[in-house]
T-cell receptor, first 114, second 111 residues
Framework: NAGVTQTPKFQVLKTGQSMTLQCAQDMNHEYMSWYRQDPGMGLRLIHYSVGAGITDQGEVPNGYNVSRSTTEDFPLRLLSAAPSQTSVYFC?????????????FGPGTRLTVT | KQEVTQIPAALSVPEGENLVLNCSFTDSAIYNLQWFRQDPGKGLTSLLLIQSSQREQTSGRLNASLDKSSGRSTLYIAASQPGDSATYLCAVLVRSEKLVFGKGTKLTVNP
């Protein structure tokens, strides 16, 4: 298993540009999520999905869009990039929700918006 | 609102020392607690998961305990090695959808 994969590893955008961060997992996990990690802030939840076709907002969803058309993929779209979106983005997945399930993280995408 | 605190923020120890990292959370209504390791510029690696009904979990030189009523968890690392140097994060799962993270403890083990 490749686990959770993310592309690209690094990206530089200009203010106002749009882009999609890709996340895929090959473990047949139902639950997937996106976090951003900022210095001094810890990791914060952006959006999550409990299965194909179902998504919901997390703590910091503004400026981001998601969809989940397949179990494997959960892309994160930046609609109009802003310098405040400079961060490291992590995708995570888990077999399901609740007590028993460990969450697995991808290697991250480091995004800079100028 | 759930808040997770990790103390100390940084710790430097000589090789071979046994050490304890602390994590505290404000709301005991959690589903589980997970400890992660993060190396510089890398993703998070899961170390241990403790379900809310459990008291501790062990993996090799690592032992994590959970006291839900007092809102505390500890990660014990035995016989530390330079390869243990990393940032250690704890996170609690709330409402079955969201992990709430602490800001981490940066550990340096000196040869």
């Amino acid at each position: 298993n490749a686990g959770v994969t993310q592309t690209p590893k690094f990206q530089v955008l200009k203010t106002g540009q749009s882009m999609t961060l890709q996340c895929a997992q090959d473990m047949n996990h139902e639950y997937m999520s996106w976090y951003r990690q900022d210095p001094g802030m810890g990791l914060r939840l952006i959006h999550y999905s409990v299965g194909a076709g179902i998504t919901d907002q997390g703590e910091v969803p503004n400026g981001y869009n998601v969809s989940r058309s397949t179990t494997e993929d959960f892309p994160l779209r930046l609609l109009s990039a802003a310098p405040s979106q400079t961060s490291v983005y992590f995708c995570a997945s888990a077999p399901g929700l609740g007590y028993f399930y460990e969450q697995y993280f991808g290697p991250g995408t480091r995004l800079t918006v100028t | 609102k759930q808040e997770v605190t990790q103390i100390p923020a940084a710790l430097s120890v000589p090789e071979g020392e046994n050490l304890v990292l602390n994590c505290s959370f404000t709301d005991s209504a959690i589903y589980n607690l997970q400890w992660f390791r993060q190396d510089p510029g890398k993703g998070l690696t899961s170390l241990l998961l403790i379900q809310s009904s459990q008291r501790e979990q062990t993996s090799g030189r690592l032992n994590a305990s959970l006291d839900k009523s007092s809102g505390r968890s500890t990660l014990y690392i035995a016989a530390s090695q330079p390869g243990d140097s990393a940032t250690y994060l704890c996170a609690v799962l709330v409402r079955s959808e969201k992990l709430v993270f602490g800001k981490g403890t940066k550990l340096t083990v000196n040869p």
